[in-house]
């Protein structure tokens, strides 16, 4: 069985799939390159969309989309990338980024698995100075991945990488598509998962951690035309790793979960070695949910900080939880409560 063709990041900082890129690093890049939002159809062969150009955003999916909702989220993308802007203070990119519309393409549907895996996460979220943009989605895809190989009767098809996100639009490089477009988006792309592989059901999970957005997407999934999925937030079971410990985005538990999937996607220029020097720019969850009300003020903050000796550098949370976390231990976890939905799922006895 052949799994859906998609690009996920192998290496922080290199390559042309922009969120390979850790924020620092891609503030230096995108001043060079100009960046590339594919709009593809579903089965479209990933070396075909890493080859539009040297950055690379995560495609749109004609499939998914009605003209209005293609619309839509194209004002949004520029709305919020590479800055969010809410004033003539912040640049958008109305005329440096170039949209590349492949015809529509009816590529032929691989063999298909008996429930189809796909994750909904914010792909393009800067995660602090050592993590790439796509931490969430690769947390995802390497639970998926591990479920693969103990239910060979799933599929993986790519993810959808655009969700509603607030921390990390003022510090720039992240791209918010609102709940309302998200639960549009997620609808449209699910019944076009449907008629194109024609699965027993879908499964649906994200690592993100936003409420609003989980929200959304369970509503999308709602009035798609998919009367058996399940859907499941991955970081449900290690609550009191990263929420009870006030290390919320790009802190400790993530880090230590992209160094275990692989230590090629932690920038080790900074880390572990940096991890003083990081720890000092980080910001507080109490602080972000205080500011997560008023952007402008939140944006405010970030810009101000740029004078002072450590400016914030788009981590929320608390770096230094990294030495008291067992990374397996938490994958675990994560694989556990989503092996038991697929065995739902599924709904056969052969798993237990």
Same mark, same amino acid.
């Given at each position: 069985?052949?799994?859906?063709?998609?690009?996920?990041?192998?290496?922080?900082?290199?390559?042309?799939?922009?969120?390979?890129?850790?924020?620092?690093?891609?503030?230096?890049? #995108?001043?060079?390159?100009?960046?590339?939002?594919? +709009?593809?159809?579903?089965?479209?062969?990933?070396?075909? #969309? /890493?080859?539009?150009?040297?950055?690379?955003?995560?495609?749109?999916?004609?499939?998914?989309?009605?003209?209005?909702?293609?619309?839509?989220?194209?004002?949004?993308?520029?709305?919020c990338f590479p800055y969010y802007w809410e004033s003539d203070q912040r640049k958008s990119l109305e005329t440096d980024l170039l949209v590349v519309e492949m015809p529509r393409f009816e590529w032929p549907a691989p063999a298909t698995g008996k429930v189809v895996c796909f994750s909904v996460d914010t792909a393009v979220e800067e995660h602090g100075p050592h993590l790439p943009l796509a931490t969430d989605t690769i947390q995802s895809y390497a639970v998926l991945d591990q479920l693969k190989r103990r239910f060979p009767d799933i599929m993986l098809a790519p993810p959808v990488d655009y969700g509603h996100l607030t921390w990390g639009l003022p510090f720039g490089l992240s791209i918010d598509i609102t709940p309302g477009l998200l639960v549009q988006y997620v609808a449209g792309y699910t019944d076009a998962i449907m008629k194109w592989l024609q699965p027993a059901g879908i499964y649906v999970v994200d690592v993100h951690g936003s409420i609003v957005h989980r929200e959304a997407i369970q509503e999308g999934l709602r009035i798609s035309s998919c009367d058996n999925y399940r859907f499941r937030w991955l970081h449900e079971p290690l609550i009191q790793f990263a929420g009870e410990r006030?290390?919320?985005?790009?802190?400790?538990?993530?880090?230590?979960?992209?160094?275990? +999937?692989?230590?090629? !996607?932690?920038?080790?220029?900074?880390?572990?070695?940096?991890?003083?020097? #990081?720890?000092?720019?980080?910001?507080?969850?109490?602080?972000?949910?205080?500011?997560?009300?008023?952007?402008?003020?939140?944006?405010?903050?970030?810009?101000?900080?740029?004078? /002072?000796?450590?400016? !914030?550098n788009g981590i929320v949370g608390d770096i230094e939880n990294y030495e008291y976390l067992d990374a397996q231990e938490m994958m675990q976890r994560m694989w556990n409560v989503a092996s038991d939905d697929l065995k739902t799922l599924l709904n056969e006895d052969a798993y237990e």
């Open positions: 069985m052949t799994d859906c063709s998609f690009c996920l990041p192998q290496k922080i900082n290199d390559g042309p799939l922009l969120t390979s890129y850790s924020l620092p690093k891609l503030k230096e890049q #995108i001043q060079f390159e100009c960046p590339v939002l594919p +709009i593809v159809s579903l089965g479209t062969p990933a070396d075909l #969309i /890493e080859d539009m150009g040297p950055l690379v955003l995560p495609p749109l999916y004609h499939e998914a989309m009605t003209a209005e909702v293609k619309s839509s989220l194209l004002e949004r993308i520029r709305h006030g290390d919320q985005h790009a802190g400790g538990v993530e880090t230590a979960l992209i160094e275990l +999937i692989s230590p090629d !996607l932690v920038d080790a220029t900074l880390f572990p070695n940096g991890i003083n020097r #990081i720890k000092a720019g980080q910001m507080s969850m109490d602080e972000a949910i205080e500011l997560s009300a008023d952007l402008p003020a939140f944006v405010s903050r970030v810009e101000a900080s740029l004078q /002072e000796k450590h400016p !914030l």
